[in-house]
């Protein structure tokens, strides 16, 4: 099992480009997240997905948008990125809940110029 | 005040030592508390899972939990270079589907 796995794994940006990140599991999980990493503020939820078809927003969706695709999978998309986005991307899931076992992919670090 | 405060290091220890670490918090409707490890350009994997009040330990890890004081702390016993990592608690209540984290605690074992 590969677990959650994440594409891609650096990308630099220019200011007002946008892209998606990609997230998938194969654990047969009903909840996915993201987060975003910064030094000193620890990890924030941005959005996540309780079960397939579902999204809702977390502490810091603002400049984001999502899409749970299939249960498998969970993109991230930019749609215009701004410097403040500079930061490390984790997905994660989980079999229920969000207080039960998080399983973190490696992390996408984003630079935006 | 923030609903979890922790403490974000660096915390230098020598090979062998005891580490403890701690996370206070002042949501007192929190019940599942949690203990992420997370080394160097990687994920987030969970290291310890505790409910309510008590201890836990497992190997040379335990978790111990205080709810009357919002307190929880993590110890490594004899802890070793590997054991290099931030450690990052987390706590959630029940009902409530979220997750708080600490900003996390990097430790660093020296050989």
């Not at chain 1, 007002?16 to 009903?30: F, K, V």
């Not at chain 2, 206070?24 to 929190?30: H, P």
Request: hydrophobic residues 30%.
């Amino acid at each position: 099992n590969a677990g959650v796995t994440q594409t891609p794994k650096f990308q630099v940006l220019k200011t007002g480009q946008s892209m998606t990140l990609q997230c998938a599991q194969d654990m047969n999980h009903n909840s996915m997240y993201w987060y975003r990493q910064d030094p000193g503020m620890g990890l924030r939820l941005i959005y996540y997905s309780a079960s397939e078809g579902t999204t809702d927003k977390g502490e810091v969706p603002n400049g984001y948008n999502v899409s749970r695709l299939n249960k498998r999978e969970f993109s991230l998309r930019l749609e215009s990125a701004a410097p403040s986005q500079t930061s490390v991307y984790f997905c994660a899931s989980s079999e229920g809940g969000m207080r039960e076992t998080q399983y973190f992919g490696p992390g996408t670090r984003l630079l935006v110029l | 005040q923030k609903e979890v405060e922790q403490d974000p290091g660096p915390l230098s220890v020598p090979e062998g030592a005891i580490v403890s670490l701690n996370c206070t918090y002042s949501n007192s409707a929190f019940q599942y508390f949690m203990w992420y490890r997370q080394y160097s350009r990687k994920g987030p994997e969970l290291l310890m899972y505790t409910y309510s009040s008590g201890n836990k330990e497992d190997g040379r890890f335990t978790a111990q939990v205080d709810k009357s004081s919002k307190y929880i702390s993590l110890f490594i016993r004899d802890s070793q270079p590997s054991d290099s990592a931030t450690y990052l608690c987390a706590m959630s209540s029940y009902g409530n589907n979220r997750l708080a984290f600490g900003k996390g605690n990097q430790v660093v074992v020296i050989p």
